[in-house]
């Protein structure tokens, strides 16, 4: 069995030095520039919530949503952990926009060919036997990458070592687990984190059905109605997103 890869992100370490975001930016061409939000330039951020300093970025599901949501397989996940991104197949559909639980894809507004845009978890270096470039570049250890199991056993001995830190995992249980974990000496609620330990289902059984089993309409209903106002509610919330984001793009340039 290939090996999974996996980031262990902790909150405790992380001095806000934004190495990662610049790190990641530089191996993909981007500008150099800090952003509030993820966008198609900043495909991870860190930002300040609850007195701490927090990364977003891809959670890299191990049942994405994205990509089950996806009609023409752009997305998928990798058996050695990351959920990549094929530009040649996508149709700019941007469901998976509306699909992500954790409100990640951008679109690349500003261009007359726009693709999605997120994290692949360095796949490409992953490949080469390189480790992340925003792991590679975190000076203070609160990033750090290598195989799932390394990466669990690394958060669980940090926890143990330090009773200040709250003694769970996020990541492990959340939407049937992901390839990103965080571990944090404030609650994960109180810094933002959704979902919360108690969505341990992943989406993919929602939108599964909601997009390409209508069949069984008749016999899963319940679940029917309740993926379709999931992705209704989703629908909302990606376009005051996209809305937000255009206007900062279009902010940016007219200075």
């Not at 981007?30 to 509030?36: D, G, L, R």
């Not at 769970?168 to 571990?183: A, C, D, H, K, N």
């Not at 108690?198 to 069949?215: E, F, I, K, N, Y």
Request: charged share 25%; with cysteine.
């Amino acid at each position: 069995m290939e090996k999974q890869f996996a980031l262990l992100i902790d909150v405790k370490s992380c001095i806000g030095c934004q190495a990662c975001e610049q790190a990641c930016q530089t191996v993909h061409n981007f500008p150099v520039q800090h952003e509030a939000d993820l966008s198609y330039t900043a495909l991870t951020v860190v930002q300040e919530k609850g007195g701490r300093n927090v990364r977003k970025l891809c959670m890299h599901c191990q049942d994405p949503t994205c990509a089950s949501a996806c009609p023409v397989g752009a997305l998928q996940k990798n058996s050695f952990g990351p959920v990549t991104y094929d530009a040649d197949k996508c149709i700019g559909c941007r469901y998976c926009m509306v699909a992500c639980p954790y409100s990640v894809p951008r679109y690349e507004w500003t261009k007359l060919a726009p693709f999605v845009k997120k994290c692949d978890m360095c796949a490409e270096r992953v490949k080469q036997g390189k480790q992340t470039a925003c792991a590679e570049a975190c000076p203070a250890s609160a990033t750090v990458f290598g195989t799932r199991t390394e990466m669990l056993a690394e958060a669980w001995k940090r926890l143990r070592d330090d009773p200040s830190y709250v003694q769970r995992i996020y990541g492990t249980e959340e939407l049937g687990g992901t390839s990103v974990f965080y571990i944090s000496d404030v609650e994960f609620e109180k810094l933002g984190f959704k979902p919360t330990s108690q969505d341990r289902v992943p989406l993919r059984t929602l939108t599964a059905t909601a997009m390409g089993d209508a069949p069984m309409v008749v016999t899963v209903g319940g679940s029917i109605l309740a993926g379709l106002y999931w992705v209704t509610q989703r629908r909302k919330e990606v376009a005051l997103s996209e809305a937000l984001e255009r206007d900062q793009k279009n902010d940016k340039g007219g200075r």
